[in-house]
């Protein structure tokens, strides 16, 4: 969830386009027409990416939906194939990988870890937790309003609100809120240094840690002690639980962050579509114009990658054992074969088929969650400061161009 | 119409129990899909196609026969 830079400009083959290719200027809310003009030749090709490796990007969205759920798709970073901008020489000097729990890991296994906590996210569970979302967005936008104006939304809301519904989920003591909130920004910082953001893993990870050891002894209802009773079973050990909730919360804090703060800024384009979930009394407007935006803005960008494990024949290609594949999900999204018009942001339209939190066995476990937040904050946010604008032009805002995890480094607002 | 789930492929997103949720509930252990009628009436088919060409999964499979 790093920036990284985009592929060297070296050992071009003609006829095999660059990606990540560097970015012309163009609308900030669409994937760059470089980009775009991927899917032109169909809708599995090659490319050339970082250094002289030529894996496969997936563009349409019925093929990405079949290899999303494909198990010949293997996203173990540690195969050799694996498309990636980190040079395993690279990281193998600099020490290993941080331990990334399921995400990293292929089935049975993942599916074993991944099953132990999935349960919190049910839809049921995720619904309950809607009066403490809504009373946390609510003390958010009264310290934001008490402050100073203008205020830097991504600070004041978009990433205080994630940690805070995590460190519930979690269990975290409201005495230790502020270690986590200092800590898990810390994390995601793009000021921060390398050595800064390895302090603050190991921190949260040492303090997830003790915290489970003291929710074995005295468990409660939360999702840590879930963790400490497999401990006590002997199916986890107790550094494999606290890596787990680094996990959530790191896959859970930069991605909502930014889907609120773009969605947030996006909205204030569209001022017509702002004032439709600002005023309207029926909860499914808000559900649709939430999944409208997850389809438009596609925040996850760099693409879902995986290192095929057999020969796959898709739309008339092999992609061959060992070759790298990256499902460019934002691509998926814009498909015009699914969605009408779709460089069009309409939050009437049915987007319920957007790939914005992946698909398959990696499908994003937090999505309920993430969804649950997005639907609480957009309408108290307009509802409570209807003279929200933004301090800054377009032109001058800066985006995250070259992060994995797009969005906002700032959004400076006044009221 | 007739449905059947496959509860290895599920990854529990409960994007059919919030479609049709009549016909699809979660398990309370581990979110995984439960099938509340395998064989719906009329009126809820268009729901039922609908959550099985969105599950994030393809775990939803439907036998129109
Ligand atoms: C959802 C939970 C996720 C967590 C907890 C997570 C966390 C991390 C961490 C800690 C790193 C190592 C950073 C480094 O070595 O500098 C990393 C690397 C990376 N992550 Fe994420 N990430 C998650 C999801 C994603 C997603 C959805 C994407 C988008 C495709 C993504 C893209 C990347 C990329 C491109 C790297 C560089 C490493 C590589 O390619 O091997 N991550 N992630
Ligand atoms: C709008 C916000 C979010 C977006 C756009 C998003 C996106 C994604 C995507 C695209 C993946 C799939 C990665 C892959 O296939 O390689 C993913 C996985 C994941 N996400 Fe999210 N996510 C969001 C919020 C959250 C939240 C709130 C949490 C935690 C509570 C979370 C936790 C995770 C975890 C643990 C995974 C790994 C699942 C697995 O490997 O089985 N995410 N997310
Ligand atoms: S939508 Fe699919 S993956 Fe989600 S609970 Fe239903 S069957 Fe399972």
Redesign the interface.
Known sequence: MTTYPAAPDTSRTPGIPDFPAPRSSACPFAPSPELSALAEHGPVRRVRSWGDSTPWVVTGHAEQKVLLSDPRLSVDFANPGFPSPIDPRHSRAHGERPDLSFVGMDDPEHTRLRRMISGTFTIKRVEAMRPAVQRMTDRLVDEMLAGPNPADLVQALALPLPSLVISELLGVPYDDHEFFQTNSKTLVSAVATGEERGRAHKALGDYLDDLIGEKIAEPGDDLLSKLGRHVRDGELTRREAATMGVLLLLGGHETTANMISLGTLLLLQHPGQLAVVRDTDDPRVVVGAVEELLRYLSIVHLGRRRTALADIEIAGQTIGAGEGVILLGELANRDPLVFEDPDRLDITRNARQHQAFGGGTHHCIGQPLARLELQVLYPTLFRRIPTLRAEVPLEETRFKYDAVIYGLHELPVSW | MKITVDEE?C?????C???APEVFD???????VVLLDAEPAAEHHGLVR?SA??C???AIHLDEA
């Open positions: 492929k990854c529990g997103a409960g994007q129990v919030l479609i979660q398990r309370d252990e581990d979110g995984i609908e060409s969105v994030p999964a393809a």
